[in-house]
């Protein structure tokens, strides 16, 4: 059988994730990785699942937590969300909140629901690879957010690539793969744009808890519905995930905003999945309430600390002519190499001389531009390693500078 010769135009689009590959280096004892975004598995609250798992699992509770559920998500689970939504700064209800299997599964769905062939997606440049990965399915045409566009510039942009803007998508907190942020005065000029083309905003907060330095900004979400009054009227999709605050491998995401949005979300999940797991949901519920608030702020201190000693070392090994970000929180910092050195071919050079890992670029970049970038992760490393690391970096940057042009 010839699959190729059967597959979907949109298949052409699909691309291996090369973070999902890096992510196989973490095997390999000799290598110090800096690639995959992920949590330290030390830090996750084991015995507080344990302890969850178990109640639900025991007597009346199992046939709830291993039955089929409802495609909304479990109730307790979307009544804490409403009320963290709050925290926030979102006044919203349980109708506002959608469960979804990762946010990865949110941005999937919302790519499904508002793209057609030739539609123009705005991102920035670079963005969340994940991301692109889950609009490239349904053919969307890609614009810079972050080039300054107006809307009549965009509106003749997307009608050129045939069809019309759908949305803006962006992690305005700590984003990866940058680490940057938007400052308030860019979110209000955000939604000043979206309400002028109007296009729906994604405001991905995959990260929004993981704030180490400076003054907390309201989500976007937060800023429309203070313009616009209810959360009904706001154009705005949070979409949240507990894996980099509790567990990523339960798989536990959210969307909040506009219930017209919501419930056909929920269309989309029941002809999809028919809905996340049940007791995964359940687990999470009672984590959620008993340990959220003091688990995160143990993750803030140590990664807090990571992030300290990566910049450090940066500021210590890297030759002249790289520069990289500084940021407030997350898991990221970016670097941009001298123009004459590709991300992919350091890593290459890094993994054979140095044994070194990071994440190249270009993947971040829908046009597939900008190979001189690369990008760090600082959540699995203590000084030892990040010292020795970031070492084996600048070296490796060094010797690919060295070669004759």
């Given at each position: 059988?010839?699959?190729?010769?059967?597959?979907?135009?949109?298949?052409?689009?699909?691309?291996?994730?090369?973070?999902r590959e890096l992510l196989k280096l973490l095997d390999q004892p000799e290598i110090i990785?800096?690639?995959?975004?992920?949590?330290?598995?030390?830090?996750?609250?084991?015995?507080?699942?344990?302890?969850?798992?178990?109640?639900?699992?025991?007597?009346?509770?199992?046939?709830?937590?291993?039955?089929?559920?409802?495609?909304?998500?479990?109730?307790?689970?979307?009544?804490?969300?409403?009320?963290?939504?709050?925290?926030?700064?979102?006044?919203?209800?349980?109708?506002?909140?959608?469960?979804?299997?990762?946010?990865?599964?949110?941005?999937?769905?919302?790519?499904?629901?508002?793209?057609?062939?030739?539609?123009?997606?705005?991102?920035?440049?670079?963005?969340?690879?994940?991301?692109?990965?889950?609009?490239?399915?349904?053919?969307?045409?890609?614009?810079?957010?972050?080039?300054?566009?107006?809307?009549?510039?965009?509106?003749?942009?997307?009608?050129?690539?045939?069809?019309?803007?759908?949305?803006?998508?962006?992690?305005?907190?700590?984003?990866?793969?940058?680490?940057?942020?938007?400052?308030?005065?860019?979110?209000?000029?955000?939604?000043?744009?979206?309400?002028?083309?109007?296009?729906?905003?994604?405001?991905?907060?995959?990260?929004?808890?993981?704030?180490?330095?400076?003054?907390?900004?309201?989500?976007?979400?937060?800023?429309?519905?203070?313009?616009?009054?209810?959360?009904?009227?706001?154009?705005?999709?949070?979409?949240?995930?507990?894996?980099?605050?509790?567990?990523?491998?339960?798989?536990?995401?959210?969307?909040?905003?506009?219930?017209?949005?919501?419930?056909?979300?929920?269309?989309?999940?029941?002809?999809?999945?028919?809905?996340?797991?049940?007791?995964?949901?359940?687990?999470?519920?009672?984590?959620?309430?008993?340990?959220?608030?003091?688990?995160?702020?143990?993750?803030?201190?140590?990664?807090?600390?990571?992030?300290?000693?990566?910049?450090?070392?940066?500021?210590?090994?890297?030759?002249?002519?790289?520069?990289?970000?500084?940021?407030?929180?997350?898991?990221?910092?970016?670097?941009?190499?001298?123009?004459?050195?590709?991300?992919?071919?350091?890593?290459?050079?890094?993994?054979?001389?140095?044994?070194?890992?990071?994440?190249?670029?270009?993947?971040?970049?829908?046009?597939?531009?900008?190979?001189?970038?690369?990008?760090?992760?600082?959540?699995?490393?203590?000084?030892?390693?990040?010292?020795?690391?970031?070492?084996?970096?600048?070296?490796?940057?060094?010797?690919?500078?060295?070669?004759?042009?």
């Amino acid at each position: 059988m010839d699959w190729g010769s059967i597959l979907s135009q949109r298949m052409s689009r699909m691309k291996a994730s090369e973070i999902r590959e890096l992510l196989k280096l973490l095997d390999q004892p000799e290598i110090i990785s800096f690639a995959g975004g992920i949590p330290d598995p030390a830090l996750f609250p084991v015995e507080d699942y344990q302890k969850a798992l178990a109640g639900a699992l025991t007597g009346e509770a199992a046939a709830v937590s291993l039955q089929y559920s409802v495609s909304e998500g479990y109730l307790p689970l979307r009544r804490w969300l409403a009320a963290e939504m709050g925290r926030l700064g979102v006044v919203c209800g349980v109708e506002n909140i959608f469960i979804t299997s990762g946010s990865q599964q949110a941005l999937d769905y919302l790519g499904k629901l508002l793209l057609s062939p030739g539609d123009t997606a705005l991102v920035n440049w670079p963005t969340y690879m994940g991301a692109l990965g889950a609009f490239n399915a349904y053919e969307p045409a890609y614009l810079r957010l972050n080039g300054n566009l107006g809307a009549a510039e965009v509106r003749a942009e997307a009608a050129a690539s045939g069809g019309r803007p759908k949305f803006a998508y962006l992690s305005a907190d700590f984003g990866n793969p940058t680490g940057e942020t938007l400052d308030r005065a860019g979110r209000e000029q955000l939604l000043d744009l979206a309400a002028e083309l109007d296009i729906a905003v994604i405001e991905d907060g995959a990260y929004q808890h993981l704030r180490y330095e400076g003054e907390a900004i309201p989500p976007i979400l937060a800023l429309e519905q203070a313009r616009v009054g209810s959360i009904e009227n706001c154009r705005t999709l949070y979409c949240g995930s507990f894996s980099k605050t509790l567990a990523p491998g339960l798989r536990v995401g959210w969307v909040c905003g506009a219930s017209a949005a919501i419930q056909r979300l929920v269309l989309l999940k029941q002809a999809g999945d028919l809905h996340s797991s049940t007791i995964n949901q359940i687990a999470t519920a009672q984590v959620a309430e008993t340990v959220f608030a003091a688990h995160v702020e143990q993750l803030r201190q140590v990664y807090g600390r990571r992030r300290s000693l990566v910049l450090e070392a940066l500021a210590r090994e890297m030759p002249e002519g790289v520069t990289w970000t500084r940021p407030e929180g997350g898991m990221f910092v970016w670097l941009t190499l001298p123009e004459a050195i590709d991300g992919a071919e350091l890593l290459a050079h890094a993994l054979k001389h140095q044994k070194v890992a990071f994440v190249p670029g270009r993947a971040f970049f829908a046009d597939g531009s900008n190979g001189n970038t690369i990008r760090l992760s600082f959540s699995l490393h203590e000084k030892p390693a990040v010292d020795e690391g970031v070492r084996r970096i600048g070296q490796a940057i060094r010797e690919m500078m060295a070669r004759p042009a």
